[in-house]
């Protein structure tokens, strides 16, 4: 009877395999990802004591320890045990995100995961797979777009290291990161990826401005450069969602469009537009990218500026509740934000 019952086990569990074989590989590859770097990190205190490590960077190390803790003393974030670890990357990126649309529509490819929900983008450490994976998509007719990753979380399951790229931002630039990166492990809703990357966006960015003050002053030379960078980054992303918006009304208009040659004409008629008013912006002194605007192919395209929507599209919606509601007390507003989203 044992024998039996064990044998119909296997049976069912070599059928969910082979029907979920796809993800069951890609949860194999992330998974020896994963485990490659955790196996191969270095606790931080062995670092700081190395006297081969550069000072320098031991400073950045240092800061991310009072980045974690202004976090949690001031804005009331989780504590963890992220970032007690370091991993060298030796100047090579080790994840990259695929992100997905329609090429009509500006409405995210989707993918599914067991427990942590539905995301619009999907993470790789492999970069062939994620090759691999893209020109499927393409091949479905889809826009698509592969960018590197400077950070992810685990939302606490696992321990985060140090990757050694960060420490090769600024001040201002490696709080927001890391305060982005807390929040996700502080609240992550199911299935509300654009809420979840907005909400980490909008701590990172208040979080830093709050952070470098108390730490540097309000005239120092570290928040002057935060503050410089951060207003030419809302502005190129407040460009894009205009743009995003423009896309939108064109492409409720092209159903009645019967030329597919015609409807790619008036789609990167638009984005070359988007792109060529961008160096507009601030004196002229941006620029949304810097591919040619006269080769289609070398636009943005849909999954660009998806990936805009996911980060900036609801920043206003957060600064106007946190200020007017909560009068910028931002403990009480996280408590708020806490009872009303249901967290992993």
């Known amino acids: 009877m044992i024998k039996k019952t064990i044998a119909v086990l296997l049976l069912v569990l070599f059928l969910v395999g082979l029907f979920y074989r796809n993800l069951v590989s890609y949860a194999w590859m992330q998974a020896s990802g994963q485990v490659k770097i955790l196996m191969n990190v270095t606790d931080v205190e062995d670092v700081l004591h190395d006297a081969s490590f550069p000072d320098s960077l031991k400073q950045k190390i240092r800061l991310i320890e009072e980045?974690?803790?202004?976090?949690?003393?001031?804005?009331?974030?989780?504590?963890?045990?992220?970032?007690?670890?370091?991993?060298?990357?030796?100047?090579?990126?080790?994840?990259?995100?695929?992100?997905?649309?329609?090429?009509?529509?500006?409405?995210?490819?989707?993918?599914?995961?067991?427990?942590?929900?539905?995301?619009?983008?999907?993470?790789?450490?492999?970069?062939?797979?994620?090759?691999?994976?893209?020109?499927?998509?393409?091949?479905?007719?889809l826009d698509t777009e592969i960018s590197e990753v400077s950070a992810w979380s685990t939302l606490g399951y696992l321990k985060d290291p140090i990757l050694s790229s960060m420490l090769a931002r600024s001040e201002g630039s490696l709080a927001n990161l890391i305060l982005h990166e807390l929040t996700h492990g502080t609240l992550f809703v199911k299935d509300n990826l654009e809420l979840n990357e907005n909400l980490a966006s909008f701590v990172g960015d208040w979080g830093a401005i709050r952070f470098l003050t108390q730490k540097y002053g309000a005239e120092s030379v570290q928040l002057k450069k935060y503050e410089f960078s951060k207003k030419y980054n809302d502005a190129y992303a407040?460009?894009?969602?205009?743009?995003?918006?423009?896309?939108?009304?064109?492409?409720?208009?092209?159903?009645?469009?019967?030329?597919?040659?015609?409807?790619?004409?008036?789609?990167?008629?638009?984005?070359?537009?988007?792109?060529?008013?961008?160096?507009?912006?601030?004196?002229?002194?941006l620029t949304l990218n810097k591919k040619k605007?006269?080769?289609?192919?070398?636009?943005?395209?849909?999954?660009?500026?998806?990936?805009?929507?996911?980060?900036?599209?609801?920043?206003?919606?957060?600064?106007?509740?946190?200020?007017?509601?909560?009068?910028?007390?931002?403990?009480?507003?996280?408590?708020?934000?806490?009872?009303?989203y249901p967290s992993l």
């Open 238 to 285: 407040q460009h894009v969602l205009r743009g995003a918006r423009q896309l939108d009304s064109l492409y409720k208009r092209l159903p009645g469009v019967d030329s597919l040659s015609k409807k790619d004409s008036l789609k990167y008629r638009l984005i070359q537009q988007i792109v060529t008013s961008a160096d507009t912006l601030l004196g002229g002194t």
């Open 67 to 141: 980045i974690k803790q202004f976090g949690v003393d001031s804005l009331g974030l989780n504590p963890s045990k992220n970032y007690t670890t370091f991993y060298n990357q030796h100047g090579k990126p080790i994840l990259w995100v695929l992100t997905a649309s329609e090429k009509y529509q500006l409405q995210a490819r989707e993918w599914k995961f067991p427990i942590i929900g539905t995301f619009s983008y999907k993470g790789f450490f492999d970069s062939t797979r994620a090759v691999q994976e893209e020109k499927a998509l393409m091949a479905e007719g």
């Open 293 to 340: 605007p006269s080769e289609e192919t070398k636009l943005p395209n849909n999954a660009y500026f998806i990936a805009y929507k996911t980060y900036k599209s609801r920043q206003n919606i957060f600064r106007d509740e946190f200020e007017n509601k909560f009068n910028r007390d931002f403990r009480k507003y996280l408590l708020y934000l806490k009872e009303k």
